[in-house]
């Protein structure tokens, strides 16, 4: 069976700020000792914040450290299909082979699964955790919703769950243009890598947009400005909020307008008093 790793996911190409760094660090103590300290793992957060990034990281860490083990990284519709192939031919026991032959389990985008599903993963899931074998799980979505969370926490027994905020624009820049350059070979002008950071545009969905503006570049010296870029990709610029900034503001209102606030809140207490 194959491990399905991309080689280019890896800890050294994953940018790391505050929206990630516990999910990063927990995920460097995997790699360290697989099967020992946290596990199982679920992360989660919305599309495009570097889970399945996180994934291959680990499992291509794991495979270099530990060449004896054996890594495979599962996207659950991968196991769900598997599931209904092996009912259709009634031969159930060829999906269930999977958990005999890895030792580190990484499984993907878990909100999409089905009920055979999960209760596949709930029923195997422990057992693995007990022998040692690792598993890490991520789920897509801004929360999990208190129901399935309540189901998958009790389900997967010291199951550790981490979530992932979205990137600052800064971050989601930084990841933009080093992609476009370590992958594609483009030099992203500043504009351009600009604009796509302040927009919500899925960052895992940059390999196609890559591919698709590649001709554009190659064909016009390797010029592109965001007017064109819109053009190509359809996309409407929409701001995404940067926390950072907000608080920049914040702490600027309060510097201009707090001792005025105190004044007329005191005004305020004596009227009532005196009411």
Same mark, same amino acid.
């Given at each position: ?5 991309? =080689? ?7 940018? !790391? ?41 680990? #499992? ?9 083990? @054996? ?10 299909? #598997? ?20 030792? $580190? ?19 195997? !899931? ?32 010291? $199951?550790? $769950? ?10 989601? %820049?930084?990841?933009?243009?080093? @992609?476009?350059?370590?992958?594609? #070979?483009?030099?992203? =002008?500043?504009? $351009? ?18 591919? %698709? ?5 190659? #064909? ?34 309060? %510097? ?20």
């Amino acid at each position: 069976m194959a491990s399905n790793l991309n =080689p280019s996911y890896t800890f050294d190409s994953f940018v !790391v700020d505050g929206s990630n760094r516990f999910a990063c660090g927990v995920a460097r103590c995997i790699t360290e000792a697989p099967g020992e300290r946290y596990n199982p793992v679920l992360i989660y957060g919305e599309e495009g914040t570097g889970k399945t990034h996180l994934l291959h990281a680990i #499992g291509n860490e794991i495979a270099q450290n530990n060449p004896e083990l @054996k890594v495979g990284y599962i996207p659950i519709i991968t196991l769900e299909r #598997g599931i209904w192939v092996s009912s259709q031919i009634r031969k159930i026991y060829e999906i269930l082979k999977i958990f005999d032959y890895y030792d $580190v389990f990484l499984i993907d985008d878990l909100h999409m699964m089905d009920y055979e599903a999960l209760l596949l993963l709930l029923f195997y !899931v422990p057992g693995l955790c007990h022998g040692k074998r690792q598993v890490v799980m991520a789920y897509d979505g801004e929360i999990i919703d208190e129901e399935r969370k309540d189901a998958l926490v009790n389900g997967f027994e010291g $199951v550790l $769950v981490v979530d992932i905020k979205p990137h600052e624009i800064a971050t989601r %820049k930084e990841i933009i243009s080093r @992609k476009a350059k370590v992958q594609y #070979g483009i030099d992203l =002008p500043e504009d $351009v890598s600009d604009f796509l950071s302040r927009t919500d545009y899925p960052l895992n969905m940059l390999d196609g947009l890559f591919e %698709k503006i590649r001709p554009t570049i190659e #064909g016009t010296e390797r010029f592109i400005d965001p007017e064109t870029l819109k053009d190509l990709v359809d996309y409407r610029e929409r701001k995404i909020i940067d926390r950072v900034e907000i608080d920049h503001l914040i702490e600027e209102f309060e %510097k201009r307008y707090m001792d005025e606030f105190e004044i007329l809140s005191y005004r305020i207490e004596r009227i009532k008093k005196r009411g």
